[in-house]
């Protein structure tokens, strides 16, 4: 059989049949075919034939026995012929009438449907019941509503601008099954595979819509769509023996759009649930592949956002956008990970936040930003980390703040303050001064628990007033060759009195306290209040255990004792006595100074001196001094 190819035109009925020549129904197809539909009349379905029609009878009628519509009456002109209902029949090349076989007529759909069996030969470029069909209305037809099977539509190309289907679908594309079980190889299959055109390009026309499957089209400028551009999925059944060479793109939209878009989604669900039953869920979007082998430098992107975007006006970017509205909910994750790594090769990041930002000129940039201000109750967290927590760059918080375990460092070099201390806020702080520099003025403090201080050969830091100071366990010093400082502090305690003050009064001002609160049932054998120790060896050529340079008051509520050993005999001998030593190679020394300088002093008995002038040990008594030896 050679290729059974139909092309069918509606449009107003023909004024008279055309004429042809020669056609063969019963040994081949291979006909170009007529057919307006105006009226139900079946008279009006004509043929043309590709030659010439023999004459007589119904010249150039196709004749279809319908049932329901004037009975036998269309066979009137055809004596001698009967057959089935919605059979179709015409001339052969004998002249007779005879049933054009594998044909019928569809009474419902007003259609032709074949039933023909091809058998293929070498020849390529066959056609199989494929249509081509001219859509030429001759009034409106808002409608008008067509099924076609396998067909290449040409909607309107000559008529007056008719609308056509407007009311709903003015074509609907159906789907084709296909099945090769057989042993030889084939080509590739396109399921729903529509190629649209819309528009000649210069005349304004309107279109309800666009719903497809894979869809390929182009829509020209001056066409209206008035309604969603939809497509749709992909679920093939692969065996494993199968062999691919290409990948698998299961949806996908590369569309090339010129013009500007009221929006844009490529991918949206809104169904309509009632409810969902017990121990179910519902998953907007559910990614659960099994891939048991990633070869070489493949990876794995579950969901990737990527994209290349202009200038926004006063809009924005939202990457990925959770805006539910919940009832009510026994629990909620917005976003949920649980991954299950057997083996770590390099690093993993959970969440990995890496923008660049040429220029921030009206704001800042937040990595994670949380507001739990319209959460109502109380024991809300705007985060929870169960684990260690790395910060690089400065934390600042205005609320309370809870930590278990935090670990983070902060280098910074020593400058000049101008009299006023630098501070380098941070768990662990690292004030370093660059080999060969001179810096004055360059009061540090690291506020922190521990102060790495990092000083070049050669360079010279000169401070006016705490130093370079650590609040900090352990302030750990790296001095170069050649490098001095002269003032490094273990502990700063400060307090500051703003001078801009209006005023008041501080009854006490403890500058540094320490203060044992008992239980009443944890019993401590010996409370230190201050111990200062050198347990590595002293590394001063001169060393204080308790240094106080001003000449300010020193107060003792109980007793002192100087010298003996630590831990063993370090308390007085009783309770009667307020000031101890003890020792078998140190003495105490009075006060040594000349007559004139005792007789500057204001003298209360009890008092003792050793007086230079002299030589005597004396003490004052009953308002006088006197010798003791």
């Known amino acids: ?28 197809l291979n006909v170009r075919t007529y057919l307006s539909k105006g009226s139900a009349d079946v008279t009006d379905w004509v043929l043309i034939g590709s030659g010439g029609l023999p004459s007589g009878g119904g010249v ?106 407007t009311d709903g679908n003015a074509v ?11 042993t030889g190889s084939i080509g590739s299959i396109t399921f729903l595979n529509n190629n649209f055109g819309l528009g000649n390009g210069t005349d304004p026309i309107s279109v309800k819509g666009i719903n497809y499957a894979m869809g390929f089209g182009q829509v020209s400028a001056n066409v209206t769509v008035n309604g969603q551009i939809q497509g749709y999925g992909f679920q093939p059944s692969i065996n494993a023996a199968a062999i691919l060479t290409q990948n698998i793109t299961a949806f996908y939209d590369y569309s090339d759009i010129d013009c500007a ?49 202009g200038t926004f006006d006063t809009g924005g970017y939202q990457g990925i ?20 790594i057997t083996t770590l090769v390099n690093y993993a990041h959970f969440i990995d936040i890496n923008p660049t930002v040429s220029s921030a000129p009206n704001g800042s940039c937040t990595g994670i930003y949380v507001d739990m201000s319209n959460c109502a109750g109380t024991g809300h967290h705007a985060a ?18 809870s930590i278990g375990a935090l670990n983070a460092f902060a280098s910074q070099a020593i400058v000049n303050g101008g009299g006023t201390p630098s501070t380098i806020h941070s768990l662990v702080s690292s004030p370093t001064i660059a080999a060969s520099t001179t810096v004055a003025l360059g009061d540090t403090i690291g506020v922190n628990t521990a102060m790495l201080l990092s000083v070049g050969d050669n360079a010279v830091v000169t401070t006016a007033l705490v130093g370079l100071s650590a609040l900090a366990l352990p302030a750990v010093v790296t001095m170069g060759i050649g490098s001095t400082v002269d003032q490094v502090a273990g ?32 019993t401590v054998t010996k409370c230190v209040g201050y111990k200062f120790d050198l347990p590595f060896g002293d590394p001063g050529t001169t060393t204080w255990g308790f240094y106080a340079s001003p000449t300010s008051h020193n107060y003792f509520a109980g007793d002192l004792l100087i010298g003996g050993t630590a831990y063993s005999d370090d308390v007085v001998t009783n309770s009667s006595i307020a000031l101890e030593i003890k020792s078998t190679t140190k003495a105490f020394m009075n006060a040594r100074m000349t007559t004139t300088e005792r007789d500057a002093l204001t003298a209360v008995n009890g008092m003792q001196l050793y007086n230079t002038t002299t030589d005597k040990l004396q003490v004052y008594a009953a308002g006088s001094w006197v010798d003791l030896h």
């Open 1 to 28: 059989m050679a290729d059974v190819q139909h092309i069918f035109k509606f449009a107003g009925p023909p004024t008279t049949a055309p004429t042809g020549s020669g056609h063969h129904w019963v040994d081949e």
């Open 60 to 165: 150039g009628q196709i004749l279809v026995k319908q049932s329901g519509i004037d009975g036998d009456a269309l066979w009137v002109n055809q004596p001698g012929y009967s057959d089935t209902a919605n059979t179709l029949a015409g001339y052969n090349s004998s002249g007779e009438l005879a049933r054009i076989p594998d044909w019928s007529y569809n009474n419902t759909n007003r259609g032709l449907t074949g039933s023909l069996t091809v058998i293929p030969n070498a020849g390529g470029g066959n056609s199989l019941n494929a249509l081509t069909v001219d859509f030429e209305p001759a009034a409106n037809s808002p409608a008008e509503t067509w099924n076609v099977f396998n067909y290449n539509i040409n909607l309107d190309p000559n008529s007056a601008g008719f609308t056509f289907g």
């Open 172 to 182: 609907l594309l159906w789907a084709n099954y296909f099945s090769h079980q057989g």
């Open 261 to 309: 878009t009221p929006g844009y989604t490529i991918f949206s669900a809104g169904p309509q649930v009632a409810s969902i039953s017990n121990n179910a869920n519902f998953t907007g979007i559910y990614l659960n592949p099994t891939v048991p082998v990633f070869t070489g430098n493949a990876s794995f992107n579950a969901i990737a956002i990527a994209g290349t975007l």
């Open 321 to 340: 956008t959770l805006n539910p509205t919940i009832s009510s909910v026994g629990s909620f994750l917005g976003l949920n990970m649980n991954p299950t």
């Open 384 to 401: 929870n980390f169960v684990g260690d927590v790395q910060i690089t760059g400065d934390l600042s918080f205005s609320g309370a703040l």
């Open 491 to 522: 502990a700063t305690f400060a307090l500051s009195l703003d001078g801009a003050a209006g005023g008041g009064t501080i009854a006490n001002l403890d500058l540094c306290r320490s203060v044992a609160i008992p239980n009443g049932i944890t």
